[in-house]
């Protein structure tokens, strides 16, 4: 699932597509869980519309439109947003992929069943895609002066969340720190990835129980979140699996990863081998010597 810096990474990039732009037309797949808008409302509403700026909260992207209504994006698991000029193996169905693996060729991408939202634009330029094969994304179109639900439930944005904010919110808390931090109503942007990176640079074990952490242990974590976070922005975000930027290129923070996903190989800080868990149904990746529980 793109986390905080895979949508950061997006967002400053799709906003040079967007902003200032006025669309002209909109292309959807039929009703599904993934438009929480019907596709008929946003092809009639969306029309005509110029998009005034793109912005992030969370995990979600709203774009700002000229009649103060706003067009609410989450990608999901599986979500793709891009240009139509993009093109990347991750673009494409695994049978396409293979078919042009057999001859030596790159495919040239064009919508397919998985890209439920086009947006055509006056200018006549790049259009922008929605593609999600799994469809547990969201598309919805706020009426001017509408709130959401979603959005109000969002906890402070983990790049500005700040250690004493986490200490607050701890106190009492029974459940394990890795599963508080996956909790967007407390700190909003941060997924299994960037958990798992910032406990090991804290050298907080992931099962923990929230209430036992210390206020210097709360300063240090949140440091290390809004690091590894900050890197994976300047990196192009990681392409564990789907996930890629706008152009279609993959990002770089996948080549940096301390612990995730890296499950029996040495610790950097003393060779120990990483130890995956499994918490609250999510995976957790720690150095059981660098990490430990008391």
Known sequence: MPELPEIEVIRRKVEALLV?????????????????????VLKRQLPGRRVEALKRAGKYLVFLLDDGSRLLLHLGMTGQLFGAGADSPRLHR???RERSKRRAGQPSISPDPHTHLRLAFSDGGEDVLLRDVRRFGRVELLKPGQGSSRLEKLGVDA?????????????????SIKSLLLDQSVVAGIGNIYADEALFLARVHPLRRACRLSRRQCLALMDAAREVMLRSIESGGASMRDYLQPDGRDGGYQDERLVYARTGEPCVNCGTPIV???????????????QRAR
Do not use: W, Y
């Open 20 to 40: 200032g732009r006025i669309v002209a037309k909109v292309t959807t797949t039929a009703d599904s869980n993934l438009f929480a808008t019907r596709t008929i």
């Open 94 to 96: 695994k049978t396409v």
């Open 159 to 175: 790049l500005i969340a700040t250690g004493e904010h986490l200490f607050a919110m701890t106190r009492k808390r029974k459940r």
């Open 276 to 290: 995956r868990t499994v918490i609250v149904q999510r995976a957790a990746h720690h150095c059981p010597r660098c």
